[in-house]
């Protein structure tokens, strides 16, 4: 377990006093993220480590003033101070820590701002008084004060470019630590580009309304390729922030689909790189329909990108049943009404190809990202 | 590139679509503008091509032997607004909707066409709008005077599937009148030469019961064939690029938006404006700045309010070497700027504050009920009753010291509804939801009344007030004609006793 690892995530789905449309998907996000957090496969995080500021889920009763309604500024602010400062009245330094701050609402960005960033507002914001929170500007506190030796900021929230409202200036006391900031490594991953706007939608496999950008995001923390990272006697085998923006941006259409929105925008660290895993990738399930259904005993293969076997399965090669062979493993069976398979893959693209007898053979692209049912 | 790879070329015929190769592991192997060239080993890969909002998606899988591998993407899901495939009988259907007019007179053409996300409109043109949807578009003067009213003129679908109209008009300065909330207009600045006519394209959303214009996605041509721009995908998509940056505020554009912007500017003068206003906002010193300004200036008129603060910026922070003096460096302007880019540096040029304060000039209209647009400069039309007063034709300090006077009772017609509504509020919590649904279309005045009118009910004691010396400022800041606040004041006191209605 990364004992000094810390998280700080926060999801609003509520702004009663604004025009801000209520949101399903924050929550969720916020959910969907800690998982993969506390999966010891994942970010291994000890729970106590893990603070979480959402909206409340069902809503309070009697409704909160608009003026104070949750999640405010000020909790989020007393959130962090318990991680950053604890109960003394310096930051904790935690050089070989990693802290994670995720954000999920409606969010914004300023036009005058030249530089990439985000900000999330606040529940309690009101017509006038955009109550917010920069994530950005937070983040790039942390590098200063180098609390931690790693800092992942991941906004889900749009980026709409706005020109009177105000971002967040922190409210913590300036913390300068020159020497440390230079070895403080920071990813920051955001939904859109700038002035850009995110979307959430339900994802069939979750059975939830989701952010596109943290559904995308856990599939690439636990799917993306792992790679060569440093160099000479230092360098291993991981999955590194370079590695999670390909993987974002290469498997974007085929969550968000041909015509979403554009792909995330990722800040890499200036110097070196965060190791996210050193596991390989995991298996993804996937569900390959096949319309027409197959009725007579076929053979459906999974083709990997060298052109090699990875699956074969047999359909109906017993009354009901199907076997599916993973290269190199024991054949297993499991039930097959003639219309879908279910297989577990690695995160990668495949291709699908039917052979039945006296039909012409079908093919068709396999992506392992995304809820969309692949029709074969 | 060695002997087992594969020379993969992608391109697209959109030159600003984003192009790119993707491997099997979903890692991103080559990614540019337009066209790509990447050797790659044998695999499976997907080759992409964003253009506008729509990505296309090829699979690919290169064979071991293979020497080279093309794949190309037409121009499908350019843009959203882009235009169905032009038609042979274009030009005749040019010459029969243009009315006639004396040899000198402009026109101004407006179309309207449906689109945008609302409509769940694809790529292509959706089915033309009927006539009604022109309702309550108009052409007017400068200070809102109907000069034209467009609803009532005979209305034409022109090739691009737009519903279009179209006004003569002799040489000027215009207004047009966009319906866009509630019976409420907002006002666009337009100049009418004879060789250049501006041309006006807006999609329209459909919203509950009505249509509503998106103003955003405006489109303002000068192109003598008035679709012009909608046969002409590639300006099309460089004026898409121009508005998008100017909207987010950012300058520079990939050198072949700016080709584009350069080289047609002569067709379109408006391309020409809009390479201004991005070159301003890259804010680096250029010659190619001097020349765009002359040669636009020679165009439209170097007297054009864009061209005018574009030099003052440009001389100001010495973009532009060499730039010379023109008509209309000293003047005052003769009407707003097109662009709300332009619009945001005249308010911070200290030699032409007073223009913005003087309210026999057409900047004082404006600078009070300027409505909040991406790109496009425009100001919410004043209510009719009091159009005489809130763009005065008379002129001179006479005038000005009627406003003045005038200014001196609004505080009175202030205290006297802050007290009205000390004894009597209704339900704050209608108040409160009315006024964010409402917000953004509101003038300054209204928001400041309405928000006092909050203040107000947040106080349960009976003598609530507001904090002492309230409505003289506001009545300050206000600084509207008389007749224009107490009609204000009137119909937000209706609409706030009666909040749901």
Known sequence: MRADDYALLVGIQRYPGTKLAALQGPCNDVAHFKSWLLDPQGGDIDPQNVRELITDEPPLAPAPALEVFPPTQAQFYALFRSIVFGAGPVPIKRPQGRLYLFFSGHGFSDLHETTTHAALYCANAQPGLSLNINGTALANWCVRAAVFGEVVLVMDCCRDSEVSKKLDIVPLDAVNDAAGAKKVKKLEIYAVPFAEKAQERSFKDLGRPQGLLTYTLVSALYGAPLAQMGFGAGAKKGRSGHALKEFLQGCWPDVAGLDGPDAPEVVLPNTGDICFSVLPPRLVPRRVRLAPPVLTPATLKVVDDAGNDYVVVDLLHAPAMARVTVAGAAPVEQPFDGTEILLELRPQIYEARLDAPGAPPRSVLLPTVGDSDVVL | ?501
């Open chain 2, 1 to 501: 590139m060695s002997s087992s790879e594969t020379k993969v070329q992608v391109s697209s015929a959109d030159p600003f679509a984003e192009v790119s190769l993707v491997d099997a592991h979903y890692r991103v192997r080559a990614s540019g503008l337009g066209t790509i060239e990447q050797s790659l080993p044998p695999g499976l890969y997907v080759a992409r091509a964003r253009s506008g909002d729509v990505t296309q998606q090829q699979t690919l899988r290169i064979t071991a032997g293979a020497t080279e591998e093309h794949v190309r993407f037409g121009e499908v899901g350019l843009l959203r607004s882009s235009a169905p495939e032009e038609i042979a009988s274009q030009q005749a259907a040019v010459a029969q909707y243009l009315p006639a007019g004396r040899q000198d007179d402009g026109w101004v053409l407006l179309g309207l066409r449906g689109g945008g996300r609302g409509s769940g409109e694809t790529s292509l043109a959706s089915a033309p709008l009927p006539p009604e949807s022109l309702q309550g578009f108009a052409l007017c003067t400068l200070d809102g005077e109907v000069v034209h009213d467009l609803g009532a003129l005979p209305a034409t679908v022109t090739p691009s599937g737009h519903q279009a109209v179209v006004a003569v008009a002799p040489p000027g300065w215009y207004a047009l009148a966009i319906p866009v909330d509630q019976g409420r207009r907002a006002l666009f600045p337009l100049r009418v030469q004879p060789q250049w006519s501006p041309s006006v394209f807006i999609e329209m959303r459909p919203d509950e019961a009505a249509w509503r214009p998106n103003l955003d996605t405006m489109q303002v041509s000068y192109d003598p064939a008035e679709w012009g721009i909608y046969r002409n995908p590639q300006r099309l998509r460089a004026i898409e690029e121009a508005r998008r940056a100017l909207a987010r505020g950012r300058g520079a554009q990939t050198p072949e938006v700016m080709g584009i912007l350069y080289e047609q500017g002569f067709e379109d003068p408006m391309l020409g404006l809009l390479a201004i206003a991005l070159l301003l906002a890259g804010g680096e010193a250029s010659s190619a700045f001097t020349e765009v300004l002359e040669n636009t200036g020679e165009l439209l008129g170097h007297d054009h309010p864009d061209l005018v603060i574009a030099r003052a910026v440009a001389r100001r922070d010495r973009l532009a070497p060499g730039l010379q003096r023109h008509r209309g460096d000293r003047g005052a302007l003769v009407a707003p700027p097109l662009l709300r880019a332009n619009w945001d540096r005249l308010l911070g040029l200290k030699e032409r504050q007073g223009e913005l304060l003087d309210p026999a000039g057409p900047l004082f209209a404006p600078a009070r009920n300027a409505l909040r647009a991406e790109v496009w400069m425009l100001w919410w039309q004043a209510p009719p009753t009091s159009m005489a007063f809130a763009t005065p034709a008379a002129k001179g300090p006479q005038q000005q010291r009627r406003v003045k006077r005038a200014a001196g009772s609004a505080e009175a017609l202030l205290a006297e509804l802050f007290s009205k509504w000390k004894g009597r509020l209704s339900d704050p919590r209608a108040v409160r939801s009315w006024y964010n649904d409402h917000w953004m279309s509101l003038s300054a005045v209204e928001r400041s009344v309405v928000r006092a009118y909050m203040q107000l009910t947040e106080l349960d004691e009976p003598g609530r007030t507001l904090p002492k010396g309230y409505a003289s400022r506001l009545a300050k800041v206000a600084d509207v004609p008389l007749p224009v606040l107490k009609e204000t004041l009137e119909r937000l006191s209706k609409r706030l006793d009666n909040p749901s209605s």
